[in-house]
Nanobody
Framework: VQLQASGGGLVQAGDSLRLSCAAT????????MGWLRQSPGKEREFVAG????????IYAESVAGRFTISRDFAKSTVYLQMYNLKPEDTAVYYC?????????????????WGQGTQVTVSS
């Protein structure tokens, strides 16, 4: 099983960016996919996650209203559309997946992890 994340980069505050993560080796269509991030010197934190149903979608309070998670089940891909980026959003963003049905907020609730993609937001 591999999760391949892409789409990171260097942007300015207020800009938008979309991250993508494709799963290979198995599909997670009936399970959870999500995004977590880690800044230097900080613990990995939850950003967004969703299961099969869009009603299962949850966001961290810090990104709610600015970030949108979506899934393309035909492509086994999860996206994170980020709007109005702030310098505090700077981090390595990890795609993660887990066989559970509803997303959790703790990193240890995700079994599979991608390699991470760097997002840097300059002020």
């Amino acid at each position: 099983v591999q999760l391949q994340a892409s789409g990171g980069g260097l942007v300015q505050a207020g800009d938008s960016l979309r991250l993508s993560c494709a799963a290979t080796g198995r599909t997670f269509n009936g399970a959870v996919m999500g995004w977590l991030r880690q800044s230097p010197g900080k613990e990995r934190e939850f950003v967004a996650g969703r299961g099969w149903s869009s009603s299962s979608t949850i966001y961290a309070e810090s990104v709610a209203g600015r970030f949108t998670i979506s899934r393309d089940f035909a492509k086994s891909t999860v996206y994170l559309q980020m709007y109005n980026l702030k310098p505090e959003d700077t981090a390595v963003y990890y795609c993660a997946a887990d066989p559970r049905v509803r997303p959790g907020r703790a990193p240890n609730e995700y079994e599979y992890w991608g390699q991470g993609t760097q997002v840097t937001v300059s002020s």
